[in-house]
Nanobody
């Protein structure tokens, strides 16, 4: 079955960096767009970044220039490099697979996700 497992979360001070990883299994990783989403307490889940099968990337305005999404198809792994972290980046971060293979994830809609990981907590202190 499809499994997504995030790792790499933690607590950092503002201005610091973290690298999240998402190990995938149970499907053909390379033919699906993948994404990172986050949810802060009391807020709706929001799209952070996505990467399509051809490597095209999409970012939320709030993270452009600070976060970088990437994928390693040979290892079935998705990454999110987060630099210049801010307290408002504090949230549970989720890895997700698009529900349909070959589709782009241009608008970072959580409703387009087919599968979710369990999440990894990121806490940024000021």
């Amino acid at each position: 079955q499809v499994q997504l497992a995030e790792s790499g979360g933690g607590s950092v001070q503002a201005g610091g960096s973290l690298r999240l990883s998402c190990a995938s299994s149970g499907y053909s990783f390379s033919i699906y767009s993948m994404g990172w989403f986050r949810q802060a307490p009391g807020k709706a889940r929001e799209g952070v970044a996505a990467i399509d099968t051809d490597g095209r990337t999409h970012y939320a305005d709030s993270v452009k220039g600070r976060f970088t999404i990437s994928r390693e198809n040979s290892e079935n792994t998705l990454y999110l490099q987060m630099n210049s972290l801010k307290p408002e980046d504090t949230a549970m971060y989720y890895c997700a697979r698009h529900g349909s293979y070959g589709f782009r994830w241009t608008y970072l809609r959580s409703g387009d996700a087919g599968y979710w990981g369990q999440g990894t907590q990121v806490t940024v202190s000021s």
